[in-house]
Nanobody, 124 residues
Framework: VQLQAFGGGLVQAGGSLRLSCAAS????????MGWFRQASGKEREFVATVTWSGSSTYYADSVNGRFTISRDNAKNTLYLQMNSLKSEDTAVYYCAKDGVPRTYYTASYFYDYWGQGTQVTVSS
């Protein structure tokens, strides 16, 4: 299993970024996927999750209405569209794979594989 996240960078507050996560080595369309983030000196936190089919999504309160998680099962790729970015969104963002097929969770311990992370920095 490999998950490779990319698309991070430096953006001004109020701006947008789109993260991508390229997946390989497993049946991507059978597993829920999630995005998590970890700010410097803080614990990793849940951001968003999407079901295996892409039909349902769930967001942390802090990003709800600003971020959109989606997936393209034909391309084995997960996305996170981030709009109206704030300085508090600054963190390393990780994509992750659910450990059980056809489920989706918000707790990190349900995820068994993680990407390497991509840095998002929002300047105020």
């Amino acid at each position: 299993v490999q998950l490779q996240a990319f698309g991070g960078g430096l953006v001004q507050a109020g701006g947008s970024l789109r993260l991508s996560c390229a997946a390989s080595g497993f049946a991507f369309g059978d597993y829920g996927m999630g995005w998590f983030r970890q700010a410097s000196g803080k614990e990793r936190e849940f951001v968003a999750t999407v079901t295996w089919s892409g039909s349902s999504t769930y967001y942390a309160d802090s990003v709800n209405g600003r971020f959109t998680i989606s997936r393209d099962n034909a391309k084995n790729t997960l996305y996170l569209q981030m709009n109206s970015l704030k300085s508090e969104d600054t963190a390393v963002y990780y994509c992750a794979k659910d450990g059980v097929p056809r489920t989706y969770y918000t707790a990190s311990y349900f995820y068994d594989y993680w990407g390497q992370g991509t840095q998002v920095t929002v300047s105020s």
